[in-house]
C-alpha cells in the first residue's frame, strides 16, 4: 500500500486530491511541519529535501509533488492525459512547478510571514505570482481543462495553488482572471476536493505561527546555535 507523507499545504493536497480522484489505498502518515518533523533522520530518509509530501510504494521513495504526480499518474493509468498531448502536459506541470508554486509561495511569505516589511521584495514576488496567474487565465480562455479534453494531473497541480489565491493575491483573489475563476470554481466542485479537504480532520496540526513554527520552517534564518 502507499504510505502518503502528508501536511495540510498546497503541494501536499494535490497528492491528497488525486489519490481521492482515483480511489488508491493509501495510508496517511502526518508530519506536522511547524513542530518541525520533516526535519527528523527518519524523514529525511524519505525526502532529503524536508519537505511535504512525500510518497512511499513498495519500497522506493518519491518525493516532490510534481514528481509524485507523473509518478502515480504513469503507474495507473490514471488521470494522464492522453499521448499527443504530452509536450503540452509535461510544459504547464514544470510552469506550475517551477513558477506558479515558487513565486506563489514568496509572494506569501514576503506579505505575511517575514519577520520585516520590505516593499520591494512584497512587490516583487506578487507582482510575479500576478503574471503568473494571467499566463493562465490567457491559457484557459475557452478551455474547460489545463490540456487537452479531460481532467488531468495538470488540473490537479495548479488546483493546489490556485486553491490560495486570496492568500497570494490579496483583497479580490481571482476576481481579476475570469477564465480562471471559472475553471477553479470547475475544478473545486468535484466530489474528491472536499474528500481531500477532509483529510486533516482529526489532526492536531500546529497552527500558531511562533518561533518554534518559523525555526522549522525557515532554518536557514536562524544561527544554528541560538
Known amino acids: 500500500m502507499?504510505?502518503?507523507?502528508?501536511?495540510?499545504?498546497?503541494?501536499?493536497?494535490?497528492?491528497?486530491?488525486?489519490?481521492?480522484?482515483?480511489?488508491?489505498?493509501?495510508?496517511?502518515?502526518?508530519?506536522?511541519?511547524?513542530?518541525?518533523?520533516?526535519?527528523?533522520?527518519?524523514?529525511?530518509?524519505?525526502?532529503?529535501n524536508a519537505k511535504t509530501p512525500a510518497l512511499e510504494d513498495d519500497g522506493k521513495r518519491v518525493f516532490d509533488s510534481t514528481a509524485i504526480l507523473m509518478y502515480l499518474s504513469e503507474k495507473t493509468g490514471l488521470l494522464a492525459g492522453q499521448p499527443e498531448d504530452r509536450s503540452e502536459m509535461l510544459s504547464w506541470l514544470l510552469f506550475v512547478a517551477s513558477g506558479l508554486g515558487p513565486f506563489s509561495g514568496q509572494s506569501v511569505h514576503f506579505q505575511h510571514k517575514a519577520p520585516e516589511k520590505i516593499p520591494y521584495a512584497i512587490n516583487r514576488y506578487l507582482r510575479e505570482a500576478q503574471r503568473h496567474y494571467e499566463v493562465l487565465d490567457a491559457h484557459l480562455e475557452g478551455r474547460e481543462y489545463m490540456v487537452g479534453d479531460s481532467y488531468s494531473i495538470v488540473d490537479i497541480s495548479t488546483w493546489g495553488w490556485v486553491d490560495k489565491a486570496a492568500f497570494v493575491l490579496g483583497e479580490g483573489g481571482l476576481d481579476n482572471y475570469p477564465n480562471l475563476k471559472r475553471w477553479f470554481a470547475s475544478i473545486d466542485a468535484r466530489p474528491a476536493v472536499q474528500k481531500a479537504r477532509d483529510i486533516p480532520k482529526g489532526i492536531d496540526f500546529k497552527t500558531d505561527f511562533d518561533d518554534v513554527a518559523a525555526r522549522a520552517l525557515y532554518p536557514q534564518n536562524f544561527d544554528k546555535n541560538s
Open 2 to 48: 502507499l504510505k502518503f507523507y502528508f501536511h495540510q499545504t498546497p503541494n501536499p493536497m494535490k497528492v491528497a486530491l488525486f489519490l481521492e480522484e482515483t480511489g488508491l489505498p493509501y495510508e496517511l502518515v502526518a508530519v506536522d511541519t511547524l513542530k518541525g518533523e520533516q526535519h527528523t533522520p527518519e524523514y529525511r530518509a524519505i525526502n532529503p
